[in-house]
């Protein structure tokens, strides 16, 4: 008992420490702690205990990145844009705490659906899992109908095809490993454009203010987030950024604090159920999912742990974000903005090299250049997810 109580805290301290550096996850650890519990001959149960922990704090860590510095990856790249103007309007550590609570609420949102998730998983599964490459369809359909005038519609199917058919050259393999091509993709698209476009009048970052106000939203929002995320989490081929499209059409909110405590929550909601699915339908979703499967038979004992390590790894890594998010509220607008961005900027070309090599530069040039012109055409930055949602659909059909 103690020995697994001792991996969860090595996953949450991995999780939080590949959390702040963006680009990298925990998915980057597997071969190693796989490696280890055979080298070592270590109860495989601790490994799974590990993995989980880390993925589920990555969750939640993941966030002030994408916050203070605006780098996103998958999960996260919905909300870089409106986390990081908050952050350049002083409220970073408020639009921190939105996003802590979206993931807290999912995670309790999840355990409160795992009766009938339960029940609901399997069926839902073998029914509709011929049906992703026609939901992705209306789900692209109804974003580009929400931007109202033809013009912009215009602008809308130009990003999403455009999007789309980097996504094609991308992922199919050819130029680099599908997740590795992921980094440049979604910081071109959503964290170099963003940055760029902000560039264009703010010189330095405000002071942050630190709110201590509790956060105060719409239940409906909450609710209508939560299954919506429980839903699509049933779905093949379709993550996290995917289901926070349907449950922003969904709610049909326009504040800022709703949409990122939808991401959030959705985003939360996909890893959770992740390592569910793994017993009710032997289907691994992500990589940690896929190792876990590897390592065990996933039986009750499994999915108690799996469920066990969630809660706690959700609980102290919400107390390990608030308290990281008030040292960046202090630390980061002390640095001069365009010398920040000249670091991230550094950081991802490194890091599109390392994992890309050469041939990922032409991909982060290519995706920063599409990603610019959603604020250009007045539209919204959500059709850029044509970079995952055209492949799936192309695939599938």
Same mark, same amino acid.
């Given at each position: ?96 705490? !939105?996003?802590?609570?979206?993931? $807290? =609420? &999912? %995670?309790?949102?999840? /355990?409160?659906? +795992?009766?009938?998730?339960?029940? *609901? ?61 992921? !980094?440049?993709?979604?910081?071109? $698209? =959503? &964290? %170099?454009?963003?940055? /760029?476009?902000? +560039?264009?009048?703010?010189?330095? *970052? ?68 992740? =390592?569910? %699915? ?120």
């Amino acid at each position: 008992m103690l020995d697994l109580l001792l991996y969860c805290l090595l996953g949450i301290g991995c999780g939080t420490f590949c959390g702040l550096l963006p680009g990298i996850h925990p998915n980057n650890v597997i071969p190693v702690a796989v490696g280890l519990t055979a080298f070592l001959s270590l109860d495989p149960l601790c490994t799974v205990a590990f993995l989980v922990s880390a993925a589920i704090s990555n969750t939640f860590v993941s966030y002030l990145p994408s916050t203070f510095l605006g780098v996103p990856e998958e999960g996260t790249a919905l909300s870089v844009l409106p986390a990081h103007r908050l952050t350049r309007e002083g409220r970073g550590y408020h639009a921190l705490k !939105i996003s802590t609570a979206g993931c $807290l =609420f &999912g %995670l309790l949102f999840g /355990l409160l659906l +795992l009766v009938p998730f339960y029940f *609901l998983a399997g069926p839902t599964y073998r029914l509709l899992k011929g049906w992703v490459p026609l939901i992705l369809i209306l789900i692209a359909a109804l974003m580009i109908l929400t931007e109202h005038s033809p013009r912009r519609m215009g602008w809308a199917i130009l990003v999403f095809i455009l999007s789309g058919l980097l996504g094609l050259v991308s992922l199919s393999g050819r130029v680099c490993s599908s997740d590795s091509a992921l !980094i440049p993709l979604f910081t071109g $698209l =959503f &964290g %170099l454009s963003t940055l /760029l476009v902000s +560039l264009e009048g703010t010189c330095k *970052l405000p002071k942050q203010e630190i709110d201590d106000q509790p956060v105060r939203l719409n239940p409906k929002i909450m609710g209508i987030g939560g299954s919506i995320g429980a839903f699509m989490g049933m779905l093949p081929a379709v993550g996290p950024a995917q289901s926070t499209v349907v449950a922003q059409l969904a709610t049909q909110s326009k504040g800022t604090d709703e949409f990122l405590f939808c991401v959030s929550e959705v985003n939360l909601l996909k890893v959770f159920y992740s =390592f569910i %699915l793994l017993y009710l339908i032997g289907r691994a979703r992500t990589g940690i999912a896929a190792a876990i499967q590897d390592l065990v038979q996933v039986n009750s004992t499994v999915l108690v742990l799996m469920i066990g390590a969630s809660i706690l790894a959700g609980g102290l890594t919400t107390l390990i974000v608030l308290r990281l998010g008030r040292s960046a509220s202090s630390f980061i607008p002390k640095i001069p903005y365009r010398l920040l961005i000249l670091l991230i900027s550094c950081w991802v070309v490194g890091l599109t090299i390392y994992f890309c090599g050469p041939v990922g530069l032409p991909l982060l040039s290519t995706a920063t250049a599409i990603g610019l012109l959603p604020p250009k055409a007045g539209v919204k930055r959500v059709h850029c997810m044509g970079v995952l949602m055209l492949p799936v659909i192309i695939m599938g059909i």
